[in-house]
């Protein structure tokens, strides 16, 4: 190979080894700001991890499950529900599809 290809190589890997940590810092930090109720900066955190790169469906199941919980302590139970009536159908066998119909039933 020739260096110009070689780097090149190494920027993208570098770049994707950059998403996947940033998609993984912004979920962490989501679940803080939502559990000191700060709910604005919740969904900002979540709207950068569904954005860092491609997920996995589990990945995405969560992110929903977690944006969902947050509508929900924002009062904005009808989005919520959307969510959570999401997960159920496109998640079914995940442990989100199944929390979130737990979430609908009223458990």
Known sequence: MKLPTIALLLVTLLLGACSSLIQTASISEAY??????????????????????????????????????????MGEIETANTLYEYLTKEHSNSQYGYMAVKKLNGH
């Open 32 to 73: 803080k700001h939502y559990d000191r109720q700060q709910y604005d900066r919740t969904l900002e955190l979540i709207s950068q991890a569904e954005n860092a790169e491609a997920m996995s469906a589990e990945t995405k199941a969560e992110l929903v499950y977690l944006k969902a919980m947050t509508y929900e302590e």
